[in-house]
């Protein structure tokens, strides 16, 4: 709750600072305990982790998970993704991913019903950092043909024009779209409502975007206790953000259905 209150006067349009705390008596089941609220001068501040006037507890919060680690390999993953099943999370369907090295097999150690998706914005960027600036704007003219085809022969066609065309010039690029082909390409089975949803990491990206804008400004932290506290407050605001929804959503789910029957039909009713 400091955490959420320090993010909460950085954002501050008005002069405003912390003001001592308050003590309550909280109810969990685990039982009671004391609670001590900070508190601001302007009384502006609407905690989200124990709101205002709340005195129970539930196990809302052990459904959120936050994760720190200096390196992203296997072994990471693998805990992450062990926590996440040891915590209820019983099926994935589709998991579209940025490419960090480790996670897909993580991925299909824990969960191996599960489809992985590398995002296609991420392999694009990859890919622009190896083309001459001057030949970016016509590379990537090529290089749309094969992410936006209607289905999957025609990406594929539009992929051998690429290295046709480009492949000499730039090989390390057209090697990775060819090596990670079939993970690349796993969303031209759907219909392109449906691709929308699961093509890119951008979801998750934003809100790392909000993680750097709470931390870029507080230097070093004392403990990863207090950095998690930080981040976990700004993911409780994250979602004051999520204003638009997904377009075709139910049609989506229908098609979800279809494609991985039994797997969701006990979890929502169309």
Known sequence: MQAELEEHLTSEDKPNRK????SKTMKSPAG??????????????EPQIVKKHQT????????KGLYLSDQEGAHHWLSVLTDLHNRGVQDILIACVDGLEGFPEAIESIFPNTEIQHCIIHQIRNSLKYVASKNQKAFMADLKCVYNAATLNAAESA?????????????????????????????????????????TTNAV??????????????????????????????????????????????????????????????????
């Open 205 to 270: 990206e934003a809100v790392h975007r909000q993680f750097r804008k709470l931390t870029k400004t507080k230097g070093g932290f004392a403990s990863e206790n207090g950095l998690l506290k930080l981040l976990y407050a700004g993911i409780l605001k994250a979602p004051e953000r999520w204003t638009h929804p997904i377009q075709n959503w139910n049609l989506t789910l229908s098609q979800l259905t279809i494609h991985f029957p039994e797997r969701l039909e006990k979890h929502i009713s169309l």
């Open 19 to 22: 003001s001592g705390r308050t």
């Open 56 to 63: 129970h507890l539930t196990d809302e919060m052990e459904r």
């Open 32 to 45: 009671n305990f004391e609670l001590e609220t900070p508190r601001d001068r302007a009384g502006t501040f």
């Open 159 to 199: 992929l051998d024009e690429l290295e046709a065309k480009w492949g000499d010039k730039y090989p390390m690029v057209i090697k990775s779209w060819r090596s990670q082909w079939e993970t690349l390409s796993a969303y031209f089975k759907y219909l392109d409502y449906v691709r929308t949803a699961i093509y």
